[in-house]
């Protein structure tokens, strides 16, 4: 823009692309009609704008004529009540803004303008309507309303980057420093230097907090192939894996001196120092590797160089079992040799040569935002292993480029399998989800469902959800009552499947489809919802039904907001919160929070010690091992979400502990706070059960509506504090407070009643449309269940569907084929679309195309994204360089019996299991710039390969293949009918076999 100068610029990169707050030097009245933003933003007290000769309302008048006083006569919106803020109509076109936005502030109000700015960027969201803009102001409140230019700037450029993240499409923002005549670089410099140099001081340091993302990566060489870590005890395993290594590659570079843990030091950086110049770090788990501290400070130095390396460098090794993993050691992908099976490490010995070609990689904090790009994610559970790799044999054969997520392939050695999953989704074009009795018992199974199904019904309809049945069922739990099913029961599964499939490519790569599957495909109206609203009008709901009237207003005059905490903990005579819960590390409650946001953990730490002084609260842990301890021990995790949290790789990490130990656990022992709002992706945060969110309007209702008195918590915040917290921030704080104590008095309650010998598993992500539906009609009982019938989508099979003459009303079972060859009769009837001809579409005639003008096809792709690459994106990872041998018998173990993979559930004699060799196109064959991680013909020698015996399926483990053991009886999920996923019933993490890609 001309007129100004940028003094200093801070990029913002986000979901959206990338966003930048300059910092200028100039006059704001000054410029051009050329370079017009969409909206000026001013500042005033309350109702008062007299046009003084030194405000920027004056200078608005007496320079361009435009008059604040008269467009606030005519408001296009007054949210001062609840935002401090009224905007105006459209400007005539003369004007260089396209609007007027006024920040109001009362002197008289306990709230300083810092604590308040935030409502600006709030309001900006309905201006700009989700389009690209741009907005000028000045540096609020600093000119004759006098308040200080260091806290302004600050809360201007925090409230900005939070909003930018959390997707306000604000493109460029410009803070203007007035100068009335700037005559070049020199006295530009010398100038802001005079009388803005403390404020230029304060951009600068914003900016090195903010604007780390596009620091310069650092390569870092190669120095060692393999770093082992071990415990002396174990030394005779070591032995054979390093004599495998050698075997293998004779000059592979080992570093497997022992080294020791400075006890003083609360980082080891020599240990971080030769890991991160490793091409991999082995950890030999056992329960020696556990009882040494050098070891697993090992293994949690390890984690970091995952985080930083932008690739998978943790290959865990597990020899023998252990009678309880921690969690966040579980939530890794390991190789399971158990019991220290040497055919198993001879394997694994295999795959790690295999994966380490590369010489170079980029060590850098940088979080990549780019999405994991697939097809189709299968979803099923591993006890319907033979349908699932009939489809993915099915899908790969209709179109070779397809990018499918199967975990058995997808989730490799080091990678944390329970984030993937749900990136992978997210990243999704379309879901199938083999529906059957063992996929309803999974909680895995339901959170991979409800995370389709929130996308599948989001206003975008970024993700299709297509649930195939593949049993005959009466009924279904409710929450699989809402999308319709096709049917795939085994009489009809492979002609069906075919058919299914085979419009599924079509509809991904633009072409026709079947009516009948278009109809499926299509958006359905009445599931179509925004979560974010769905969750907060639940939780305004639940506030009512506490605090409010029948009539639905927010609060009542009977019943005391906030409510005093100290009473609510007396209430209950004999209640354990007057000491310390039963926890054996002694810490009840732990703190996760971004360091950007330590002033709501230090507010909410101060209210819960103040109604409950024995309650311990940790917070501010500065040890690695510490803080993965704790966030594996404590009684609860109070995580405060907001965009700084999405963005920290440790901070993520913290939270998915918590989530899977909440999955098996019936207490609370994850308590998420949304204090911001965040990205829309990734999705499954707004998913995770939340008692409260700041973000919710009811909280500046509270606070400026209704006028609820907070003086008293003032007192509660702490003296470090650099911006004061607003009231409905404290309020929403306090508020959480209550819950938490009501919550972990509960949970003390029911620990001293009986307890049930079945072990306790759930989904840990809600079902958006069921928690809608019951909103909406709060006093009716939906029922736990719904009759099947009304969801079955039946399509019409005929004799040469099946290949064979088949019986179709006896329901005669054509065999499932290992190899399908896709010939004339597999195909469909209807010339058009060759899908079968069902009963809708002889009714309805022709076959509607799709509409896909916002999904590319398969082959105009020019994405670049890597075939079955999985790109974490809270972590990114580079794909491993590999050179692939071609597989030895030794490589890859089938069943001799059906020559089928065996996988996760279906592998009863421990055996190694074949993945599929066709997980994704060379690099030659792809037209769309990606590159495939693995040659087809070399992925079964160093795939993920699973492995679970039906003999130990009454147990937990935290791996990827194999049981922990049997004495794990904390964790454990004994019932029969429940899924085993490496772990926790496909609740702890998928299985994979005796050799994985690592």
């Known amino acids: 823009?001309?007129?100004?100068?940028?003094?200093?610029?801070?990029?913002?990169?986000?979901?959206?692309?990338?966003?930048?707050?300059?910092?200028?030097?100039?006059?704001?009245?000054?410029?051009?009609?050329?370079?017009?933003?969409?909206?000026?933003?001013?500042?005033?007290?309350?109702?008062?704008?007299?046009?003084?000769?030194?405000?920027?309302?004056?200078?608005?008048?007496?320079?361009?004529?435009?008059?604040?006083?008269e467009l606030s006569r005519n408001k296009a919106e007054d949210l001062r009540k609840l935002y401090s803020c009224w905007w105006s109509h459209p400007l005539p076109d003369q004007m260089p803004y396209g609007r007027l936005l006024c920040f109001e502030t009362n002197f008289r109000s306990q709230r300083r303008p810092q604590e308040m700015v935030a409502n600006v960027f709030r309001c900006l969201v309905p201006i700009l309507n989700n389009e690209d803009g741009t907005v000028i102001t000045p540096l609020l409140n600093t000119g004759d309303q006098g308040y200080g230019q260091i806290g302004m700037l600050q809360g201007m450029v925090v409230a900005a980057v939070n909003w930018m993240k959390a997707g306000l499409p604000l493109r460029l923002l410009k803070i203007v420093l007035y100068a009335k005549s700037i005559d070049g670089p020199v006295h530009q410099s010398s100038f802001a230097n005079s009388r803005y140099g403390d404020v230029c001081g304060k951009f600068a340091e914003l900016k090195e907090k903010y604007d780390s993302q596009y620091l310069v990566p650092k390569a870092v060489p190669i120095e060692f192939d393999i770093y082992l870590s071990y415990s002396e005890d174990d030394q005779g395993v070591v032995a054979t894996i390093q004599d495998g290594l050698k075997s293998i590659k004779s000059d592979v570079r080992i570093y497997g001196n022992k080294q020791k843990i400075d006890s003083e030091a609360v980082w080891q950086q020599d240990m971080y120092q030769v890991m991160i110049r490793s091409a991999r770090v082995v950890t030999v788990l056992s329960p020696h590797y556990l009882k040494s501290t050098a070891c697993v400070e090992q293994y949690n130095i390890a984690l970091c160089c995952n985080r930083r390396a932008h690739r998978d460098m943790l290959a865990p090794i597990y020899v023998n079992s252990i009678d309880l993993m921690p969690t966040y050691m579980g939530l890794v992908q390991y190789v399971d040799c158990r019991p220290n099976d040497n055919k198993k490490i001879e394997e694994a010995c295999k795959a790690l040569i295999v994966s380490m070609t590369i010489k170079v990689h980029l060590e850098t904090l940088v979080v990549d935002p780019a999405p994991i790009q697939y097809d189709i994610f299968l979803s099923y559970s591993h006890r319907d292993d033979e349908q699932a790799n009939y489809i993915v044999e099915l899908l790969r054969k209709l179109h070779p480029k397809l990018r499918v997520f199967f975990d058995l392939q997808e989730l490799k050695t080091g990678k944390a399998w329970q984030r993937t999953l749900y990136h992978s989704i997210d990243g999704s074009r379309c879901l199938l989800a083999l529906i059957s009795e063992n996929y309803i018992k999974s909680p895995v199974c339901q959170e991979e469902y409800n995370l389709a199904l929130a996308k599948h019904c989001s206003m975008d309809g970024s993700l299709k959800l297509i649930p195939l049945c593949l049993e005959d069922l009466q009924e279904v739990p409710v929450t699989f009552g809402k999308v319709k099913m096709v049917r795939a029961t085994p009489d009809v599964f492979q002609p069906v499947s075919n058919a299914i499939c085979k419009a599924v490519v079509n509809w991904l790569d633009g072409k026709e489809v079947h009516a009948v599957v278009e109809e499926i495909l299509k958006p359905d109206q009445n599931l179509s919802c925004d979560m974010d609203k769905v969750s907060e009008s639940q939780r305004r709901t639940k506030f009512i039904s506490k605090y409010g009237t029948e009539n639905k207003k927010l609060l009542s005059l009977e019943k005391r907001f906030p409510a005093k905490l100290k009473d609510l903990i007396q209430s209950r005579p004999g209640s354990a919160m007057s000491k310390c819960g039963d926890n054996p590390e002694g810490v009840d409650v732990v703190l996760?929070?971004?360091?950007?946001?330590?002033?709501?953990?230090?507010?909410?730490?101060?209210?819960?010690?103040?109604?409950?002084?024995?309650?311990?609260?940790?917070?501010?842990?500065?040890?690695?091992?510490?803080?993965?301890?704790?966030?594996?021990?404590?009684?609860?995790?109070?995580?405060?979400?907001?965009?700084?949290?999405?963005?920290?790789?440790?901070?993520?990490?913290?939270?998915?502990?918590?989530?899977?130990?909440?999955?098996?656990?019936?207490?609370?022992?994850?308590?998420?706070?949304?204090?911001?709002?965040?990205?829309?992706?990734?999705?499954?945060?707004?998913?995770?059960?939340?008692?409260?969110?700041?973000?919710?309007?009811?909280?500046?209702?509270?606070?400026?509506?209704?006028?609820?008195?907070?003086?008293?918590?003032?007192?509660?915040?702490?003296?470090?504090?650099?911006?004061?917290?607003?009231?409905?921030?404290?309020?929403?704080?306090?508020?959480?407070?209550?819950?938490?104590?009501?919550?972990?008095?509960?949970?003390?309650?029911?620990?001293?009643?009986a307890t049930s010998d079945v072990p306790f598993s759930r989904p840990v992500l809600h079902n958006i449309i069921k928690i809608r539906d019951d909103i909406a009609d709060d006093a009716k009982d939906h029922g736990a269940v719904v009759e099947i019938t009304e969801l079955l989508v039946t399509l019409k099979m005929t004799d040469e569907d099946f290949g064979a003459t088949v019986d179709t009303q006896t329901g005669q079972k054509p065999p499932l084929q290992n190899d399908p060859e896709l010939t004339p009769e597999e195909t469909t009837v209807d010339s058009k679309s060759d899908m079968p001809v069902t009963k809708e579409s002889e009714q309805n005639g022709e076959a509607a195309k799709l509409d896909e003008q916002n999904s590319p096809s398969i082959e105009e792709r020019t994405d670049g994204i890597e075939s079955g690459a999985t790109v974490d994106t809270q972590v990114a990872h580079e794909p491993l360089l590999q050179n692939d041998p071609k597989p030895t018998p030794e490589e890859s173990t089938e069943d001799s019996k059906s020559d089928k993979p065996v996988t996760k559930e279906s592998n009863q004699n421990g055996e190694a299991a074949k993945s599929d060799g066709q997980n994704s196109s060379s690099i030659e064959e792809r037209t769309d710039g990606s590159?495939?991680?693995?040659?087809?013909?070399?992925?079964?020698?160093?795939?993920?390969?699973?492995?679970?015996?039906?003999?130990?399926?009454?147990?937990?483990?935290?791996?990827?293949?194999?049981?922990?053991?049997?004495?794990?009886?904390?964790?454990?999920?004994?019932?029969?009918?429940?899924?085993?996923?490496?772990?926790?019933?496909?609740?702890?993490?998928p299985k994979s076999g005796v050799c994985l890609l690592i």
């Open 931 to 989: 590159e495939s991680q693995s040659n087809p013909d070399d992925h079964n020698s160093h795939n993920d390969h699973g492995q679970s015996s039906d003999d130990h399926k009454a147990h937990t483990n935290h791996g990827t293949s194999g049981q922990i053991s049997d004495s794990q009886a904390s964790r454990e999920v004994k019932s029969e009918s429940s899924e085993k996923v490496g772990g926790q019933e496909r609740s702890q993490r």
């Open 592 to 753: 996760s929070c971004a360091p950007e946001d330590w002033k709501y953990a230090s507010f909410l730490r101060a209210v819960l010690t103040d109604a409950a002084p024995n309650l311990v609260v940790k917070s501010g842990i500065k040890s690695e091992k510490e803080r993965l301890t704790l966030m594996d021990t404590a009684r609860c995790v109070v995580a405060f979400v907001t965009p700084s949290y999405l963005d920290s790789p440790e901070q993520v990490e913290e939270f998915h502990i918590a989530l899977c130990r909440q999955r098996t656990s019936p207490s609370t022992v994850l308590f998420p706070i949304t204090v911001h709002p965040v990205p829309p992706k990734p999705t499954y945060f707004r998913l995770v059960p939340c008692s409260v969110s700041i973000a919710d309007a009811m909280w500046s209702e509270l606070a400026h509506k209704w006028h609820v008195d907070v003086p008293s918590f003032r007192p509660l915040l702490s003296d470090t504090s650099e911006i004061a917290l607003p009231p409905e921030v404290m309020l929403g704080l306090h508020e959480a407070a209550g819950v938490l104590i009501n919550e972990l008095k509960e949970d003390e309650e029911r620990s001293g009643a």
């Open 1 to 69: 823009m001309s007129g100004f100068l940028v003094q200093d610029s801070i990029k913002v990169l986000t979901q959206n692309g990338e966003c930048q707050i300059d910092l200028c030097l100039g006059d704001i009245t000054k410029l051009k009609r050329k370079d017009k933003v969409d909206v000026i933003v001013v500042s005033a007290f309350t109702n008062d704008y007299v046009p003084t000769r030194t405000s920027v309302i004056g200078a608005l008048k007496y320079n361009l004529g435009l008059d604040v006083g």
